[in-house]
């Protein structure tokens, strides 16, 4: 597993949080799973 970067628009806040998942898209889901309302979801990479 690895550290991921996820990004999203919740209620016109910016959120961005560091998750542990399988894989960019798996760590998207979960980043959609936490936030239901979240649009515009990317992963930053270092």
């Known amino acids: 597993?690895?550290?991921y970067l996820i990004s999203?628009?919740?209620?016109?806040?910016r959120i961005k949080t560091n998750l542990f998942a399988i894989s960019p898209n798996h760590a998207i889901k979960v980043f959609q799973?936490?936030?239901p309302k979240a649009v515009d979801i990317y992963v930053i990479q270092n």
Do not use: R
Not at 8 to 13: I, M, Q
């Open 33 to 35: 799973q936490k936030y």
């Open 1 to 3: 597993m690895k550290n």
């Open 8 to 13: 999203g628009l919740v209620d016109e806040y």
